[in-house]
């Protein structure tokens, strides 16, 4: 009897292994699936302990003392990058914002500009928002941005952004103090929100001195082609110089966050601010030289049987310049 109950005991031993087995599959089963991988800004600020990035061979690392030549020079080469970057944004389907701010006459649009002038616009463009409508007014006060986000393989850049309300606005009382604390609450998650959604989020801040800055506005005022750059705005940051570097302290206080921090270009020098802040944005993103392969052109069409109209026939603006014998023709 004893063999007996021993045996009974084995057997049910071995029932229960199957039923263990499913019950652990059951539960496996049931488990949720394991988040998807949140998407990393290269821009980001990368904690202390982290290893070196692989630095681009193509971008230096040192000091480089400049002439207008060698300017000339570096900013043709860092184009020749810009213009592989734009490839491998456009290729892997890459979302890129970059937004420029800074003082008055800091020299951001002069960046911009040497940014995109070998860039394809369908690829890379500007956003220059003029003042909100009255209806804009009413809206979500990002909805108008929201509107110019990049879609896959689009480079943005702002040329002044959602940070209207942390600078201008605020200084002028162009927003109350409710939207504008609102604001600084809410720009942190907002910018978390666009790096999740695998924006590449770069925030330029550019810094000038009061002096260098007082320079260019009177350089704006005696030539009439620069005139226009000067707006009511631009002589009420001049007079209330301090009250927006207490509203540009305030704000980096909140929006300096690791995920989307802050860069700032020393913009003294016109010349050097666009290189490093050109160097910079490359060191951002590990991209490849994907430039197409030289093109050979086909041969022209036989013109056999087209007869083209007589010229007069056509309307043309007269010719007043013309180029003297022998000087070659440029881009």
Known sequence: MAKKSKKNSKEAKANDKPTAVKAGAALEAASPPAPPVTPVNPAARQPAQSAPQATNPALPTEKVQLTKKGYEKELRRLQLELVKLQEWVRTQGLKMVVIFEGRDAAGKGGTIKRITESLNPRVCRVVALPAPTEREKTQWYFQRYVAHLPAAGEIVLFDRSWYNRAGVE????????????????????????????????????????????????????????????????????????????????????????????????????????????????????????????????????????YIRPPMTDQTFVPEVYVMEAGIPDED
């Not at 009061?210 to 506005?217: G, M, P, T, V």
Request: proline content about 6%; charged content about 30%; hydrophobic content about 35%.
């Open 170 to 305: 605020r200084v002028m009382g162009f927003c109350t103090e409710e939207e504008y604390r609102e604001f600084l609450r809410s720009v942190p998650e907002f910018e978390r929100m666009l790096v999740r959604s695998g924006v590449i989020l770069v925030k330029y801040w550019f810094s000038v001195s009061d002096k260098e800055q007082e320079r260019r506005f009177q350089d704006r005022i005696k030539d009439p082609t620069k005139r226009w750059k000067l707006s009511p705005m631009d002589l009420q940051s001049r007079a209330r110089w301090v009250e927006y570097s207490k509203a540009k302290d305030e704000n980096f206080a909140f929006t300096d966050i690791k995920q989307a921090p802050w860069y700032v270009i020393n913009a003294d020098n016109k010349m050097c601010a666009r290189l490093n802040c050109i160097r910079h944005l490359l060191s951002l993103v590990s991209y490849q030289d994907l430039t197409p392969e030289p093109l050979v052109l086909p041969p022209r069409q036989s013109a056999q049987g």
